[in-house]
């Protein structure tokens, strides 16, 4: 005789639902997947069902996103949800500045916390929310969803396997033209990401991410040398009214790592796409290269290096796009998003080991404070560790 499976209910309140990433990446393709799979197989008599409830300002939104995602909870009382028992965890993906109130309530509520990255708007506030964490005891952690793309995957498997040798450098390439409005086309990002005002900009949306791809992967960030511009001055937004564009909207930023790789990235809501992806890294080693995209990631050994040599007076003889192989899937790629979802409640419920805590929120708050202190002062700037 088989017994019932244990299932671990696990309370989510949800917030900041409505936006592009909390409906598309957080609920639908990681929380509702989640539960549609039938929960997260600890074992095959134990299983963690994550079971949301979905917080905003507009209750008739909140119930249409809830019925077309086959969920009951919804409510426009934060502090109602954060009094129930039930939910032992709180997610914020409010716009950034909202960000470290909502977690503070909700750490003194005694939840665990889970967020969007930035985590707040200035690495003293970012810490602050880590040290109060800490303090409480509870859970924590941040969205770091581009260490689970397959591409960089793929990236990872490569550096373990010792493909590259010695690696020399990385460079980012991301970004991709933003409608601006103007045209008539609809801009495919919110407005406020154009706007100081309301902690916009490129830096620190951007930085955030690359601190910990850069942390994770190739060496620890010591310097940051880190240009800005607003290519863009004037957008429309929303409501179809011109604003002014007062964040940067392109970033070229150079890292030092621990270990002696340079990395530099190119950040732009400005450019248009001719390469394989809207985010490409290209890392060089001694014995070989990669390019990696989202999904794909393409390498190039030693061995089969092309031996280019410059003469702009002929057509290349060489196809540069020839000499690089496709590196196959082998092993399955789950949505990254879900992927660190799945890892942050094994972690809630079962103490798994997490490496993405709010300390780690704040050093990418910190590496985009810093490349804004760079450009300001047009200066190489240290960053220095934040102590756990
Ligand atoms: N991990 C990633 O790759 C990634 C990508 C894009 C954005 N983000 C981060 O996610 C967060 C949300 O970004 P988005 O692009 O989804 O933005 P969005 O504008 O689409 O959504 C923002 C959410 O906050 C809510 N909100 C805004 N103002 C509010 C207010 N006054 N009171 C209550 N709720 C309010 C909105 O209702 C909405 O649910 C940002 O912090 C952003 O930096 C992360």
Redesign the pocket.
């Known amino acids: 005789m088989s017994s019932s499976p244990h299932i671990h209910q696990v309370g989510i309140i949800m917030?900041?639902?409505?936006?592009?990433?909390?409906?598309?990446?957080h609920l639908v393709r990681s929380i509702c997947a989640i539960r549609k799979q039938g929960g997260i197989k600890i074992s095959d008599g134990e299983f963690i069902m994550p079971d949301p409830i979905l917080v905003?300002?507009?209750e008739a939104?909140l119930r249409a996103l809830a019925k077309a995602n086959g969920i009951e909870r919804v409510t426009t009382d934060l502090d109602a949800a954060l009094a129930d028992p039930f939910n032992t965890v709180y997610f914020d993906?409010?716009?950034?500045g909202?960000?470290a109130d909502a977690i503070k309530k909700a750490i003194a509520a005694g939840k665990h916390v889970y967020?969007?990255?930035?985590t707040a708007v200035s690495t003293e506030s970012a810490y602050e929310l880590y040290e109060i964490a800490k303090k409480a005891g509870v859970k924590n952690g941040v969205?770091?969803?581009?260490l689970w793309l397959p591409g960089l995957m793929k990236l990872q498997q490569l550096i373990k396997m010792g493909f590259f040798g010695k690696i020399l450098s990385v460079r980012g390439e991301f970004g991709y033209w933003v409608f601006t409005g103007t045209d008539g086309i609809n801009p495919q990002?919110?407005s406020?990401?154009y706007r100081k005002e309301d902690?916009g900009g490129i830096i620190?949306?951007m930085l955030?991410?690359w601190r910990y791809v850069l942390d994770n992967i190739f060496g620890k960030v010591k310097a940051v040398s880190c240009y800005g511009a607003t290519h863009v001055d004037e957008r429309i937004d929303e409501s179809g009214k011109p604003y002014k564009c007062t964040a940067d909207d392109a970033a070229y930023a150079t890292f030092e790592l621990e270990g002696g790789v340079v990395a530099h990235f190119n950040s732009s809501w400005t450019v248009r796409v001719r390469r394989d992806d809207l985010l490409t890294l290209q890392v060089d080693g001694t014995m070989g290269s990669a390019v990696a995209g989202l999904r794909d990631c393409v390498a190039q050994h030693h061995g089969a290096t092309p031996r280019p040599v410059w003469n702009p007076d002929i057509d290349s003889p060489i196809n540069f796009f020839d000499n690089w192989t496709r590196v196959p899937a082998q092993q399955a790629f789950d949505n990254a998003?879900k992927v660190q979802w799945e890892m942050f409640l094994r972690h809630v419920v079962k103490d798994e080991p997490w490496n993405y805590s709010l300390l780690e929120g704040a050093k990418g708050v910190q590496l985009a404070e810093k490349g804004l202190e760079s450009w300001a002062k047009r200066a190489w700037v240290d960053v220095p560790e934040l102590k756990a």
């Open positions: 917030n900041g639902v409505t936006g592009r990433m909390g409906t598309n990446q905003g300002r507009n939104k993906a409010q716009t950034t909202r960000r967020c969007e990255k930035p969205v770091q969803d581009k990002r919110p406020w990401n902690d620190v949306d955030c991410h998003f």
